[in-house]
Structures are given as structure tokens and as C-alpha cells.
């Protein structure tokens, strides 16, 4: 697609659940990078992926957090045993390379944790 | 980490005005980017610079990266409804990864 797509756009969880969100990168974009954001807040870096390199994790908040990506396609955050301060907008971004600096967001996907 | 101060917090004003917003950081960056955000939405850029100096402009905006690297404004001139939104700064040093993100300013054009 012309964009980067994330799925779900929209998912109610119960504390404790986990839950696995997708991203669908630009075509061609070798860096991709996952952000939170909390509700009326900034956005909170998570982990960046550049090509086939070792990802940049430093910021996932917890050993909950996880996230995977398959060369330079899709990519998969997990949050397992879900907490109700998980709540919040994940977006995506790609961008071409780390050299570029360009980040194309997603709609992003709205965790809601009951 | 890395803190990123981003103001006014909110702005409200007539159609037809300009407007100015900033951010600051504590650390030197090598670029700095504009975003606009819309409910529900996710941030679409606007204006990216990588030059201490750099002015760029997309439209009636114009972005400027300062000269000490450790700041960078935005003014939109000739303010329409379809400015509302919020307006979040980005800036990434020279090492690491990450782009720090601003609090981001709140605008509301009253027609």
C-alpha cells in the first residue's frame, strides 16, 4: 500500500490478556519504529528496526514488551499479561533509512486494557 | 532521557493570524522534524531539517533549525480552521536511534 498500515485499529482487552499488534511498513523502507502514546501525551519511543541489524530495544518499558520484524516487512508488538497503564495509542513509522530521518506514521492501534 | 520542551502547551486564535511555536532540548540534535496530528489520526510530517541555520518552508509554513542545534520553530502564517490540531516538534542526536518527541502545542483557529 501507499502507506504504512497497523491492525487492529481499535482493540478491548482484559488485564492479564495478551495481545499482538501488526504494522505493515512502507515498500522499501528498511527502518521501521513502534511509539506509544497516552492519552493528551507526547510519543514514547519503543524499539526501532533497521534492516536485518539487531534492533534498538532500549525503549521498552517492561519485559512484557516485545516486538519482532521479518527483514524489511511486517512487524509484530507483543504485549503479554496486559496492564491497565498499557492503555494507549501504538503507532508505527517507516522511514527509507536511519540517514534519511523522515518518519511516515500509521493510523496506529488503541489499546484499551479493562 | 532526553527531554524536549515544546511551547505554548496550547494556542487559541482568530482565523487570519500567525502563529509561532518552539522547542527546546537540553542536547545537540542533527535533525528536527514537524508534525501535525489529527484525532484518531497519526502524526503526518511536515517540514524535516538537518541543517544548524536550515529555514524550510511547505506552504504557509516555515520551520527553522536554530543555530545552537538545540532548538527549532515553527510558524504558520495565515491561520485557517484546517490548521486545529496538534503540532508535535522530533529531534534525533547525532548517536542513537530515536527521535524525542515534544509535549506538543494544541491549536485551535477560531473562524
Known amino acids: 500500500g501507499a502507506g504504512v498500515s497497523q491492525s487492529p485499529s481499535n482493540k478491548v482487552t482484559e488485564k492479564g490478556k495478551d495481545v499482538e499488534l501488526r504494522c505493515d511498513p512502507i515498500s522499501g523502507h528498511t527502518a521501521l519504529y513502534w511509539y506509544r502514546q497516552r492519552l493528551g501525551q507526547g510519543l514514547e519511543f519503543l524499539i526501532y528496526?533497521?534492516?536485518?541489524?539487531?534492533?534498538?530495544k532500549s525503549g521498552l518499558p517492561s519485559d512484557r514488551f516485545s516486538a519482532e520484524r521479518t527483514g524489511e516487512s511486517v512487524s509484530t508488538l507483543t504485549i503479554q499479561r496486559t496492564q491497565q497503564e498499557d492503555s494507549a495509542v501504538y503507532l508505527c513509522?517507516?522511514?527509507?533509512?536511519?540517514?534519511?530521518?523522515?518518519?511516515?506514521f500509521g493510523e496506529g492501534s488503541r489499546l484499551t486494557v479493562l | 532521557g532526553q527531554q524536549l520542551n515544546q511551547s505554548p502547551q496550547s494556542m487559541f486564535i482568530q482565523e487570519g493570524e500567525d502563529v509561532s511555536m518552539n522547542c527546546t532540548s537540553s542536547s545537540i540534535f542533527n535533525t528536527w522534524l514537524w508534525y501535525k496530528q489529527d484525532p484518531g489520526e497519526g502524526p503526518v510530517l511536515l517540514i524535516a531539517l538537518y541543517k544548524a541555520g536550515e529555514l524550510t518552508s511547505n506552504g504557509r509554513l516555515t520551520a527553522q533549525f536554530g543555530i545552537t542545534r538545540k532548538d527549532s520553530f515553527l510558524n504558520i502564517s495565515a491561520s485557517i480552521p484546517s490548521d486545529v490540531g496538534i503540532y508535535f516538534c522530533?529531534?534525533?542526536?547525532?548517536?542513537?536511534?530515536?527521535?524525542?518527541f515534544g509535549t506538543g502545542t494544541s491549536l485551535t483557529v477560531i473562524p
Open positions: 528496526f533497521q534492516g536485518n541489524s539487531a534492533p534498538d
Open positions: 513509522a517507516s522511514s527509507l533509512g536511519r540517514s534519511t530521518g523522515e518518519l511516515f
Open positions: 522530533a529531534g534525533r542526536m547525532n548517536t542513537g536511534n530515536q527521535f524525542y
